[in-house]
Structure formats: structure tokens, C-alpha cells
């Protein structure tokens, strides 16, 4: 783990920083992609989108946080984070 002041200045982060808050400023509305929908198949086969009182966490969310969406529909307690504040 490093402080804060340190990854933001590492240039990696940086430029990570910057192509994802560009990214996730173009999305307008929510929607649910194929392959996102691909994906929450798979979560809902491992039983993790299935009852109420399931954890999930989802680390790198991205700007549509689909996930901590869907799993909150069905009563899941749900958490996402992302890099970017905007995702």
C-alpha cells in the first residue's frame, strides 16, 4: 500500500485516471449490454445474485456500476469502487 500523494503522482495512475473519467462522462442512461448481461448470468449461476443477504463487492465497478445495481435489485448488499469518482 502507498499514501495517497504517491499514487497521484505516479504517472500510470495518472493517465489511468484521466482516460476513465473521460470515459465514464460519455454515458448518458443506464442499460444493460449483452456481455453485461453475459456476466450477471454468470454471478446469478455462482448463487451470488439469487437471495436476499448476499455480499458482493465489486473493485474497478466502472461507470455503469451495473453490478452493485442488480445485486441491490434482488436484495443483495452491495458495494462498488472504482479509480475514477465518475464511475
Do not use: K
Not at 495517497?4 to 489511468?16: D, I, N, S, V
Not at 476513465?20 to 454468470?42: I, K, M, Q, T
Amino acid at each position: 500500500m502507498v499514501d495517497e500523494e504517491t499514487l497521484e503522482a505516479h504517472p500510470q495512475y495518472q493517465g489511468q485516471h484521466r482516460y476513465f473519467d473521460a470515459e465514464f462522462a460519455r454515458y448518458g442512461h443506464y442499460r444493460l449490454e449483452p456481455w453485461r448481461v453475459s456476466y450477471l448470468e454468470r454471478l446469478r449461476a455462482a448463487g451470488l445474485l439469487e437471495s436476499r443477504g448476499n455480499y458482493l463487492l465489486d473493485i474497478g465497478v466502472g461507470g455503469t456500476g451495473y453490478t452493485v445495481i442488480e445485486a441491490a435489485r434482488v436484495g443483495a448488499y452491495a458495494v462498488g469502487c472504482d479509480l475514477s469518482l465518475g464511475g
